[in-house]
């Protein structure tokens, strides 16, 4: 599918539902009949739909249709139009309210083995020599204090906010941020914070261990606006 082709119906199809006065909250035609007014095949067209969506111009409710305007208040939004309009920045403002609980529970319950697990992340990571190496590792540290947690729910929300990581618009932000700080201050910098939070877990710290992650991450989120990343 040509983005020129989904960008001309994106036009036509705002040009169309002004002109045909839909107010706010109004029901659009059906896909068939929007598709058959602006010449183009269902598959097009759902593309400029999925972009207005985006932009919340429009909102969509299984089994009832499509409606024009913002969505009202009360009505869920579908996960991945969550993901793709975070922010960097609202994204590192999630992880700073759920991670240092979640370092936090870690000192309460962590076995000697789960310190020894942690320590072993901390030591690959330290030993990282690539930026990809680099950033597996961090994701692995912080997904493993979730596992020390035993808690399958703060596990799936590590998960959730790492898949989030993965998406385009906090990749090229992060790739931009590794590039100015360099692998070094991976293995460095950051590696002995994460040495901090295991010496806090270690400890039976929790107050300690929070604290430590939070300044980590206050670490991860000034770089990022110092290299332009976060909006």
């Not at 969509?60 to 991945?80: A, D, K, S």
């Not at 947690?149 to 906010?161: A, E, K, Q, R, S």
């Not at 201050?185 to 710290?205: L, N």
């Amino acid at each position: 599918m040509r983005v020129a082709r989904v960008q001309q119906v994106l036009l036509d199809l705002r040009g169309l539902l002004g002109r045909g006065g839909i107010g706010a909250g109004e029901r659009l035609p059906s896909e068939r009949e929007l598709s058959r007014q602006l010449g183009c095949s269902r598959q097009t067209l759902r593309a400029a739909l999925d972009v207005m969506e985006h932009a919340g111009e429009i909102w969509r409710h299984v089994g009832q249709g499509t409606f024009y305007g913002p969505r009202p208040l009360g009505h869920p939004i579908r996960e991945n139009i969550l993901v793709h309009g975070a922010s960097p920045d609202q994204l590192m403002q999630a992880r700073l309210t759920l991670e240092p609980s979640v370092a936090a529970e870690a000192a309460r319950i962590a076995s000697p083995q789960a310190v020894a697990y942690l320590l072993q992340l901390v030591r690959k990571g330290r030993a990282a020599t690539t930026r990809g190496a680099c950033e597996q590792l961090d994701a692995a540290f912080h997904r493993g204090l979730a596992e020390v947690t035993g808690n399958p729910i703060l596990l799936g929300l590590l998960d959730y906010l790492a898949g989030v990581r993965r998406h385009t618009a906090w990749q090229r932000e992060w790739e931009a941020t590794y590039r100015r700080l360099g692998v070094a201050e991976f293995t460095d910098h950051h590696s002995a914070q994460h040495q901090a939070v295991v010496t806090c877990i270690s400890a039976g710290d929790a107050a300690g261990a929070a604290h430590a992650m939070r300044r980590h991450l206050d670490t991860v989120a000034d770089a990022m606006r110092a290299t332009g990343a976060q909006s």
